[in-house]
């Protein structure tokens, strides 16, 4: 495995909500800051409001040996309820790949949605590189060590996926939870209070 061949991890999960619902969630920007411990904060650049062809928006990032970083990504695939994908950039040319160019990107993410037995499967999938980054400097400093190097982000980012997809399916999921509840989630209220 090497950091120049592109690799990835995706990961997916069914959600018994409808595509629409899930599609909502998925195309909230500040999602992942909200679920990620990587992705701190994310915000619409150039008075962009939401997904759109060719939209940026800013991410914040911080990690533990990573330190604090800031990326703009660009919106490269969308096809409402079915393909949400943006590239990664890096504007302040931190790792030397030069002019942010989200056809050169540090990373390529995805959110691809498909019905499925009455609800949604989701998959979120990245492919790092090609642009230099974090991980390619990492490398740099250490290439003896590329496929530990690679294995190790490429587990993280596939944790945090699983978070992510976790997260979007919970919260898709609880207004079907909710309806269901009636009196068995009232007697059963405190069960877990102070566990």
Same mark, same amino acid.
């Given at each position: 495995m090497r950091y120049a061949d592109g690799p990835g991890v995706h990961d997916e999960v069914h959600i018994d909500a409808a595509p629409a619902e899930?599609?909502?969630?998925?195309a909230d /920007?500040? =999602?992942? *800051?909200r679920i990620s411990t990587e992705l701190q904060r994310v915000e619409?650049?150039? +008075? *962009?409001?939401?997904?759109?062809?060719? *939209?940026?928006f800013e991410g914040h990032n911080r990690h533990p040996v990573g330190g604090e970083w800031r990326t703009v990504s660009y919106i490269?695939?969308?096809?409402?309820?079915?393909l949400f994908g943006?590239?990664?950039?890096?504007?302040?040319?931190?790792? @030397? @790949? @030069?002019v942010a160019d989200p056809s050169y990107p540090l990373a390529t993410w995805k959110f691809e949605l498909r019905p499925e037995d009455g609800g949604t499967l989701l998959r979120q999938s990245v492919r790092v590189g090609?642009?230099?980054? @974090? =991980?390619s400097a990492a490398i740099g400093r250490m290439p003896d060590r590329e496929?530990? /190097?690679?294995?190790?982000?490429?587990?993280? =980012? +596939?944790? +945090? /996926?699983?978070a992510t997809l976790e997260g979007v399916k919970r919260l898709a999921e609880e207004p079907a939870r909710e309806a269901g509840a009636g009196t068995e989630a009232e007697a059963g209220a405190g069960a877990g209070a102070g566990a």
């Open positions: 899930v599609w909502r969630l998925v /920007i500040g =999602l992942p *800051a619409w650049l150039d +008075g *962009a409001t939401g997904p759109v062809l060719g *939209a940026a490269v695939a969308l096809e409402p309820e079915r943006w590239a990664v950039t890096d504007p302040d040319n931190r790792f @030397g @790949g @030069g090609p642009a230099p980054s @974090g =991980l496929e530990q /190097i690679l294995a190790m982000r490429l587990g993280e =980012l +596939g944790e +945090g /996926i699983r």
